[in-house]
């Protein structure tokens, strides 16, 4: 394990390479300094398992150091000694794995050597590199995750402002999201991008529990961001399952019946972020356009009992769609069926007018009324 320790007191750093020196067949302590810069400089290039870090320091504190150490590589693991307990909710908050308040005890150092080493030693779930069938990330409805070795489950974020960042960069994956955009959009009324730098490390470790290191953030140019390398994704599998469809046909419907069933709710629907607001309609317009088609196939082929199961699932998943009741007021019109064209009517004037006070469309009206007319 090679640690680094940093600390503007003389003397409370050699005490420290002091305590350290107990342990020199299990670590190795790889540099010790008093600058906080000409450190960060040297973690860069080292790349140390643990950094040992004051918080009083002049110029850079600890605090400030332990955010711009995760910035470089969010691995490193970071440890507190500090003669001040004020700061132990922050720390913990940050960054820390341990805080160890001076003057050090060698009992209180061992046991959080010990820790260190459990933790660095464990693996986390199988990595999803290497292979495209390894993992698959759900965007519709709720974000969840699914690899070879755990089962489908959501993922579970330390905050809400944690889960919404990552939604946000992976809705903007591959893409360089700016630091003052991130935080207008997460905490407008601070300004502070301290809490930027906080969530973004929970996120990292986010996904290393869940062995997810092929979704990586990267920072840079005054931003991050986050590459989707080797995971498959539910929405763009989709997509590019319905992009490869033939018109439809006596061959290939039940392809389309599988392409409308894989669809499973609105675009990171469970959430109401407002900017996915736009994706959530796309597709949920890409899914009601291929029903539509699969409802005028059966139509055509006289099959009415499987347009109506599609009619169905589109009130199931959108109550306030018109064209679900329209198309189902047609059917049942040529199979006879009275009242279950007014009651299509009925349902669907009603809806309209409690939740959004207006009629149904023109179109659907004048057909109504020319239906009814037939009728008598």
């Known amino acids: ?47 140390p398992d643990v950094v040992f870090l004051d918080i009083e320091m002049p110029g850079m504190n600890g605090l400030e150091l332990a955010g711009k150490i995760q910035e470089i590589n969010h691995h490193i693991e970071i440890v507190f000694v500090t003669g001040y307990n004020e700061y132990a909710i922050e720390a913990f908050e940050l960054f820390a794995f341990d805080y160890i308040l001076k003057p050090i005890l060698g009992n209180r150092l061992r046991k959080s050597l010990t820790q260190l080493q459990r933790r660095i030693s464990n693996s986390p779930l199988p990595s999803t590199e290497g292979g495209m069938d390894k ?3 759900q965007c519709f409805n709720q974000i969840k995750v699914k690899g070879p070795d755990y089962k489908e489950e959501a993922l579970k974020w330390r905050t809400s402002k944690a889960q919404e960042l990552f939604a946000y960069l992976f809705h903007n994956r591959g893409k360089m999201i700016n630091k003052e955009i991130l935080v207008d959009l997460l905490w407008p009324s601070t300004n502070n991008t301290q809490q930027l730098y906080t969530t973004i490390y929970h ?11 092929s979704l990586s953030i990267q920072s840079g140019n005054g931003g991050y961001t986050l590459t989707a390398d080797n995971i498959k994704i539910d929405t763009e599998e989709w997509e590019q399952h319905l992009n490869q469809l033939e018109p439809i046909s006596d061959k290939n419907y039940m392809e389309y019946e599988q392409v409308f069933y894989e669809y499973k709710g609105d675009y990171l629907g469970q959430y109401g972020y407002l900017w996915a607001e736009g994706e959530k309609e796309r597709f949920k317009r890409l899914w009601l ?17 499987d347009a109506i199961k599609i009619c169905q699932r589109i009130q199931q998943m959108y109550p306030d769609v018109e064209e679900s009741y329209f198309e189902l007021m047609k059917i049942y019109a040529t199979m006879n069926k009275l009242i279950a064209v007014e009651e299509q009517y009925r349902r669907l004037t009603s809806l309209l007018t409690r939740e959004l006070g207006v009629e149904p469309s023109r179109m659907i009206r004048n057909w109504y009324k020319n239906w009814k007319r037939k009728k008598v």
Not at 203 to 213: M, N
């Open 289 to 305: 356009n291929h029903s539509i088609k699969l409802i005028r196939f059966y139509q055509n082929k006289g099959i009415n009992e």
């Open 1 to 47: 394990m090679k640690v680094i320790l940093i600390d503007d007191e003389h003397l409370a750093l050699t005490r420290l390479e002091h305590l350290f020196a107990e342990y020199i067949d299990e670590i190795e302590v790889v540099g010790a300094y008093q600058n906080a810069s000409q450190a960060l400089k040297e973690i860069e290039v080292i790349s």
């Open 135 to 137: 993992a698959w990330i």
């Open 203 to 213: 996120i990292r470790r986010t996904l290393k529990q869940y062995g997810l290191e």
